[in-house]
């Protein structure tokens, strides 16, 4: 008897506990998200401003550098690549953009639209969060790119072998 009332007991208290932590969980994954993406959108929006005059002066070596430093500190590589595909400025040397989760942002970033939330990382996927930006208000030629994990590691623009 107290075996069976044991096993009903801590079969409804583990449903319970799956139905209050399973969408706690998700919640908290697409708020993580979110916030990740908005950090990301907000480090592209800054780099597009400064490639704008970057690109119509010719001068990168500041754009570069300023991509380099930020690859070096938060271990996230950015590139400006212009509408053919042809990269301007990259913090890593070389850089593969043929992913097809870059080249989707790519398209979106070409056509003149920013970047969205795809939808929520997990922690246990290796999807990378691409964030792209156009540069430039009235030519929207240079295409800015941002990618990362959903923890902030690089995952997309890595140095090919």
């Known amino acids: ?17 799956l139905a209050l932590e399973v969408p706690l969980a998700v919640t908290f994954a697409a708020r993580e ?29 500041t754009l ?11 271990g996230i590589g950015t590139a400006v690549v212009d509408r053919d595909g042809h990269v301007l400025a990259a913090s890593r040397q070389p850089i593969r953009l043929g992913d097809r989760e ?13 970047s969205g939330i ?19 208000l009235l030519q929207r030629q240079p295409v800015l790119v941002v990618a990362a994990r959903a923890e902030g590691c690089p995952q997309v623009l890595h140095p090919q072998p």
Do not use: K
Request: net charge positive; glycine share 6%.
């Open 1 to 17: 008897m107290r075996r069976r009332l044991l096993l009903t007991y801590l079969s409804l208290l583990t449903g319970v506990l």
């Open 33 to 61: 998200t979110q916030a990740v993406f908005i950090d990301r959108l907000n480090d592209t929006a800054r780099f597009a401003s400064l490639a704008e005059p970057a690109l119509r002066t010719g001068q990168t070596v």
């Open 64 to 74: 570069r550098a300023e991509l380099v430093q930020y690859d070096q500190l938060y």
């Open 102 to 114: 870059v080249h989707g942002r790519l398209q979106d970033a070409l056509s003149g639209e920013s």
């Open 118 to 136: 795809v939808g929520v990382l997990w922690p246990w996927q290796s999807r990378p969060l691409v964030v792209s930006e156009p540069v430039g």
